[in-house]
């Protein structure tokens, strides 16, 4: 087995760290560099190169401080971060921010507010605290992202068109009319260039296409645009690289101390934010990865905090710009092989000696070609899927509040008003109650839709009082919260409509389950739910009325369009229209007791699910039955499924028969009785390679991981997941997508007694089944964001309600 460790390798393990005191000293480990990290940091870095100097240009520092703060980010970020293949610099998201200060307080202030951050980012790495930057609202982070790109963009046109940009988005806007008649047509064009470019060139088609894609879009379109105003002899302004001797580092900060504090907390929050969060979908796409890739750690957000914190210290003293995770620059390092840390950090050398040898031919870089670029990061900011997003969630008001607030007040004015309205929009939707009352065919129905609270009862008596007494009322609670109050005045009514004549049902969402008090504690609460209507089980009120036990189908069916199909139609309206699109081929047995929705937290679309008896695939071309094999061509050719799971289970009733009755049984007569076979000893003859493998001797046999199989059964389960995966490669379809690597067969084995799920690994001889933990620590949830520079995006984490 691939985890199995000599024991030799351990104990020597053991005595390389605690060699003897008086032994020869040992030798200093040698930095070992991999050839994909050294390839990824080439990636990177052609990508940073351009990038650090536009951000430095839209915020209006010092060219060279957009290249000491790559530099820094990739040496002491990429070291001391908690996120191995994050990598860190001049991001986006500051330069809004990073404008403000220079025009405010000048350059040697800004360097020393960038270091006065970097330590309130190590004092927050100290206290443990990084996970709380991740519980802010998506609607406040994608607003503030939108605001920010909102005015890069803005402001970068006029230097598109040849001018100079005003101190504000609304300065900026006003301004927009007169550069418009005074535009610089040279200045146009190189812009124009760049943006042509930076869209197609991953785009161009065929074989060369694919090799001249590995170029950044964005290294590419710098240089043709630079290629360009040179030869034609443009007279345009250029990036200018003063000599180091006459670079500004860090002064004392000078200016009025709360407007001071406020760019410290300013700078301290969308740093920390934006790093954490990349973090995060950093660990998305690594483990995403197939293979010795996907074994880079997982982050450590507290010490990529520190490690951020320290970056913008080192950062502002040497006088560049503040430091954040930068999602193109990590997504590229991701996608080109990186395995650890020293990617980043090589990037971070090769930064340091462009800044060094590349300078004369930095300065040939025309700056409104840097500009375009920027001002393209800035669009790209404003997400339509973000948009989408908060839109379905129904919190446009939080959005539109948070990007409007940025780019007309500031990053924390725009913030906080988010973070207002944010908490009024939630204290909206947990007082906001609907009830409507209505009578159909002598029954009264009241429906609360909401949150019922004290807030609500005024109403909700309201509507219990126009039921007139002795009438028969039903009364459905939508809603998943239901206070003391509420409860008291829904009791009182029911006592007292009852004791008039009348009937009351109470109903809520759960299936029909019956609503009489609140919710009782864990120890007596049914623990079966949503699976108790499946089963042949009875748990308080969850069973069918007594009169309707023969129609349990039917009683199954209301409690899904009562309780489900509301909140599952709208999904299944767009797979109505889209069609189904599943990633998987689950094949299974049809035991009852293998439900494959519960057992691989799927749902509507995601499984293209085939049952049989015994989860069994016929070899092509044998028997009379081409149903399994009909599926799997469907699944493989039509549909393009990406992998196939043969599922079997414990205690599997197909495999007790083979092994009770023998060959016999599926071979041609009926435990030698002599009786034609029936149709189950039909079927089941494609269980005997099974069988007849289980019995060769030669073989070791599939096994669970750590013990031997319970029995012959379990055996025999284990080992008929195996052969059908064998008779599964024999299908015309699936041996040609195997050969182009378009499909993955997996075997996995479900104990039902245990309600254990296991996974076939190892190579032929040596199967084991490998339990899937359950105690495996989540990433963090965090709102569901994508940071982009130029082009990509660095992933999503999803926000669940």
């Excluded at 997400?383 to 989408?388: L, Y």
Aim: glycine fraction near 10%; charge should be positive.
């Amino acid at each position: 087995m691939p985890a199995c460790v000599p024991a030799h390798t351990a104990k020597s393990a053991r005595t390389e760290r605690s060699h003897p005191p008086h032994s020869p000293p040992r030798r200093p480990r040698r930095l070992r560099l991999a050839g994909a990290d050294l390839s990824a940091s080439v990636a990177v870095f052609l990508i940073a190169l351009p990038l650090s100097l536009g951000i430095a240009l839209a915020t209006g520092a010092p060219l060279r401080a957009g290249l000491v703060a790559a530099a820094v980010g990739g040496l002491v970020a990429g070291r001391l971060g908690g996120s191995p293949l994050q990598v860190s610099g001049p991001a986006a998201g500051l330069t809004v921010v990073t404008a403000d200060l220079i025009q405010r307080y000048g350059w040697r202030t800004t360097c020393a507010v960038t270091v006065l951050a970097g330590l309130a980012q190590l004092a927050l790495g100290c206290l443990r605290v990084a996970r709380g930057a991740l519980a802010v609202s998506p609607a406040v982070v994608h607003g503030m992202l939108a605001g920010i790109g909102v005015t890069i963009a803005v402001a970068q046109v006029h230097i598109v068109l040849g001018g100079s940009p005003q101190s504000s988005v609304l300065d900026n806007l006003r301004a927009l009319p007169a550069q418009l008649t005074g535009l610089d047509p040279a200045a146009l064009a190189v812009s124009a260039l760049t943006l042509a470019v930076l869209p197609t060139w991953p785009r161009l088609p065929g074989r060369a296409g694919r090799l001249l894609g590995r170029l950044p879009a964005a290294l590419v379109a710098v240089a043709a645009a630079t290629a360009v105003a040179s030869l034609t002899g443009l007279v345009l302004p250029r990036v200018d690289l003063p000599s180091w001797r006459s670079h500004a580092l860090a002064g004392l900060p000078q200016g009025p101390v709360l407007g001071l504090v406020a760019a410290v907390l300013g700078t301290t929050l969308v740093c920390s934010v934006q790093s954490l969060l990349g973090a995060v979908a950093v660990d998305k796409l690594v483990a995403g990865r197939a293979g010795p890739a996907a074994r880079a750690g997982r982050s450590d957000l507290d010490r990529e905090l520190l490690g951020q914190g320290a970056a913008n210290v080192v950062s502002g003293a040497l006088g560049g710009l503040p430091v954040a995770g930068v999602a193109v620059r990590s997504t590229a390092n991701v996608r080109a092989g990186a395995v650890s840390r020293n990617s980043t950090m090589l990037h971070g050398v090769l930064v340091v000696i462009a800044a060094l040898l590349l300078v004369p031919v930095l300065e040939f870089v025309p700056l409104a070609s840097l500009a375009a670029l920027v001002m393209a990061v800035g669009v790209q900011m404003v997400s339509p899927h973000h948009i989408r997003t908060v839109t379905r969630h129904q919190e446009v008001p939080v959005y539109a509040a948070t990007a409007l607030g940025v780019a007309a007040l500031g990053v924390l004015q725009g913030v906080a008003l988010g973070i207002a309205v944010a908490v009024a929009v939630a204290l909206r939707r947990l007082t906001r109650t609907r009830i409507t009352h209505e009578e159909r065919k002598g029954v009264h129905h009241v429906h609360v839709r909401g949150q019922l609270t004290f807030l609500a009862v005024p109403r909700l008596s309201r509507a219990l009082h126009l039921v007139p007494p002795g009438a028969a009322v039903v009364v459905r609670l939508d809603g998943s919260f239901m206070d003391h109050a509420a409860y008291e005045a829904l009791q009182d009514w029911q006592r007292t409509h009852t004791a008039q004549g009348g009937s009351v049902e109470l109903t809520g969402r759960r299936a029909g389950v019956r609503i009489a008090e609140p919710a009782a504690p864990d120890g007596a609460r049914c623990r079966c739910r949503p699976w108790t209507p499946w089963r042949n089980h009875q748990c308080g009120s969850t069973a069918p009325a007594p009169g309707d036990r023969g129609h349990r189908l039917a009683h199954g069916i209301r409690a899904f369009q009562h309780s489900t199909a509301p909140l599952v139609r709208e999904e299944l309206a767009r797979l109505a229209r889209e069609g189904q699109r599943p990633s998987q081929l689950f094949l299974t047995c049809a035991d009852s007791r293998v439900v494959t929705s519960m057992i691989t937290s799927s749902g509507p679309g995601d499984l293209f699910v085939v049952r049989n008896v015994g989860n069994l695939v016929p070899p092509p071309g044998q028997g009379d039955d081409d149903s399994v094999a009909a599926a799997v061509e469907y699944a493989v050719d039509v549909l393009g499924v990406r992998s196939i799971t043969v599922c079997g289970h414990s205690g599997c009733g197909a495999m007790q028969a083979l092994l009770a009755s023998g060959p016999g049984f599926a071979s041609g007569t009926d435990s030698g009785s002599g009786h034609t076979r029936t149709p189950l000893g039909r079927w089941l003859r494609h269980g005997l390679p099974s069988l007849e493998r289980m019995a060769d001797d030669g073989r070791p046999g599939p096994r669970p991981a750590g013990r031997p199989p319970a029995d012959a059964v379990e055996r025999l389960c284990l080992t008929n997941v195996v052969q059908q995966l064998e008779h599964l490669r024999a299908h015309d379809s699936v041996a040609r997508a195997l050969r182009e690597g378009a499909l993955e067969l997996h075997g996995m084995y479900f104990h039902v007694g245990e309600a254990e799920a296991y996974l076939l690994t190892g190579a032929d001889g040596e199967e084991t089944f490998t339990r899937v933990a359950a105690t495996e620590t989540p990433q963090a949830t965090a709102p569901s964001l994508t940071l982009s520079d130029t082009s990509g995006t660095l992933g999503e984490k999803t926000f669940q309600e």
